[in-house]
T-cell receptor, first 114, second 113 residues
Framework: GDSVTQMEGPVTLSEEAFLTINCTYT??????LFWYVQYPGEGLQLLLK?????DKGSNKGFEATYRKETTSFHLEKGSVQVSDSAVYFC?????????????FGKGTKLTVNP | DTGVSQNPRHKITKRGQNVTFRCDPI?????LYWYRQTLGQGPEFLTY????????KSRLLSDRFSAERPKGSFSTLEIQRTEQGDSAMYLC???????????FGPGTRLTVT
């Protein structure tokens, strides 16, 4: 079945450092790919998405490119802020058989120190 | 637009009791999803409604679990004869169409003692 593998956390960075969180996936079809973020005490929020190969999703300075050849969707940000401290989830939806479910990775906790 | 709401936010129950959770989606959203999240894991899909029709159920949804969305608006998730392994955060999400963003509620944290 479909699956998502994220790099293990936690990740601790200093403010203004470069962030990469790796995400790879296994899917039977051509999935849409998502990054969700969960800030402390809040619900999951969509951060960015990409629906086809070579698409780049971007939001709030974060970017991720849909790489079909490497089945990857790595999250990057050039300069993190303390306010980026959160748990980040990579997810896919492949739509096979009309399914609309999201399949999530385990999440990566990011802490940014001032 | 007040977002997706879930009640209660926390529920503590004894093993063997029945519990029911409620989810109110964003008003114009016709799709509603339930997920379960345990500590250190990502959310796992349980079931999905389009309007009042339950269109997909996960194998995780044992016969002790039942979900309804009787008028295509709010939804309830009932767990009968709760077990300690049911302790988790139960998340509800809604969307307005296929491949549209799923908006998540704050979740109901269930603790079975």
């Amino acid at each position: 079945g479909d699956s998502v593998t994220q790099m293990e956390g936690p990740v601790t960075l200093s403010e203004e450092a470069f962030l990469t969180i790796n995400c790879t996936y296994t899917a039977t079809g051509y999935p849409s790919l998502f990054w969700y973020v969960q800030y402390p005490g809040e619900g999951l929020q969509l951060l960015l998405k990409a629906t086809k190969a070579d698409d780049k999703g971007s939001n709030k300075g974060f970017e991720a490119t849909y790489r079909k050849e490497t089945t990857s969707f790595h999250l990057e940000k050039g300069s993190v802020q303390v306010s980026d401290s959160a748990v980040y989830f990579c997810a896919l939806s492949d739509g096979q058989g009309g399914s609309e479910k999201l399949v999530f990775g385990k999440g990566t906790k990011l802490t940014v120190n001032p | 637009d007040t977002g997706v709401s879930q009640n209660p936010r926390h529920k503590i129950t004894k093993r063997g009791q029945n519990v029911t959770f409620r989810c109110d989606p964003i008003s114009e959203h016709n799709r509603l999803y339930w997920y379960r999240q345990t500590l250190g894991q990502g959310p796992e899909f349980l079931t999905y409604f389009q309007n009042e029709a339950q269109l997909e159920k996960s194998r995780l949804l044992s016969d002790r679990f039942s979900a309804e969305r009787p008028k295509g608006s709010f939804s309830t998730l009932e767990i009968q004869r709760t077990e300690q392994g049911d302790s988790a955060m139960y998340l509800c999400a809604s969307s307005s169409g296929t491949y549209y963003e799923q908006y998540f509620g704050p979740g109901t944290r269930l603790t079975v003692t």
